[in-house]
């Protein structure tokens, strides 16, 4: 029911009408559902703001009237899912299935202005896709080369897809009808969300097997999907000289002075937003 929030302003009122008109599905509240639609069609025309709040009113509605309940009732149930994109169609999909979805990602996130600055940009997404479609096509024809070259462009996509979903989950800002916008497949929601990351301890450090190579790592923490690292000078307190991002807790950081201190300090990404950065970490590059 949810995915017919990716359609266009016109097809979402036609279609939300046609389900109205059935009394199996519909049971409650229809005057109230259909003056949310009403409502809807005469604010397409405004700003995208009020479209997605629009929207937002018809999610409610709309499962209100599934579940039989109140739209207030709705509303608190609602507020309390977790809203984020799932990544696991990237590991079970076959691989013409995972080019379709990639294509259609591409398609809901192109010009959309919930998402102004896709990272990885969309133009990096859709160069690996068909990169991805081309070593499909020659694996058709058999041999092992073709096919290891297939699994690597794969392999490539995935990892970018990965980046995207969690630019994509911060982004929407925990609303359902953005994230549908995207084409995204969404996590099952639940009724037990995590709330706000907590902050994670302080990074344990250890040199690299090169010069100027600092590993850093610290405790995952539940419920985050990206951590933000940064480093400084520690006799530059407030300079930050390096920032990366990891959806691991464990990170590496190349060419750094040697005989320098540094200190690196890391937050946590969740779908409750962003926690306190950890106490930062000292080491001397070598």
């Given at each position: ?38 409502e809807?069609?005469?604010r ?17 509605s ?21 809203v ?117 301890p ?64 890391v ?20």
């Amino acid at each position: 029911m949810y995915g017919e929030f990716t359609k266009s302003s016109s097809e979402l009122v036609q279609h939300l009408r046609q389900i109205t008109s059935s009394t199996d599905e519909f049971p409650n509240s229809r005057r109230e559902l259909a003056a949310v639609i009403s409502e809807f069609r005469e604010r397409c025309s405004s700003t995208q703001l009020a479209r997605n709040r629009s929207r937002s009113a018809l999610t409610r509605s709309v499962a209100a009237n599934l579940l039989g309940i109140s739209g207030n009732t709705a509303k608190i149930i609602m507020a309390k899912f977790i809203v984020k994109p799932t990544v696991n169609f990237l590991s079970t999909s076959t691989d013409s299935d995972l080019a379709l979805s990639v294509s259609a990602i591409i398609k809901g996130m192109t010009n959309n202005p919930v998402y102004p600055n896709p990272l990885p940009s969309l133009v990096t997404i859709d160069t690996a896709r068909a990169a991805f479609v081309s070593a499909i096509t020659d694996a058709s024809f058999g041999g092992v080369l073709q096919t290891a070259t297939k699994n690597a462009r794969r392999a490539e996509l995935v990892s970018l897809v990965r980046q995207l979903a969690s630019y994509v989950a911060v982004a929407c800002g925990g609303d359902l009808v953005s994230l549908l916008s995207s084409n995204f497949p969404i996590h099952k929601p639940t009724r037990d969300p995590i709330g706000r990351p907590d902050r994670p301890p302080m990074p344990k450090l250890s040199h690299g097997d090169q010069s100027g190579k600092i590993k850093a790592s610290t405790k995952p923490v539940r419920g985050v999907f990206i951590y933000n690292w940064t480093v400084g000078l520690a006799s530059d307190l407030g300079t930050i000289t390096q920032q990366a991002q990891s959806t691991g807790a464990k990170i590496s950081f190349n060419g750094l002075t040697p005989g320098q201190i540094y200190l690196v300090a890391v937050n946590a990404v969740g779908a409750a937003g962003l926690s306190d950065f950890s106490e930062p970490a000292p080491l001397m590059s070598l």
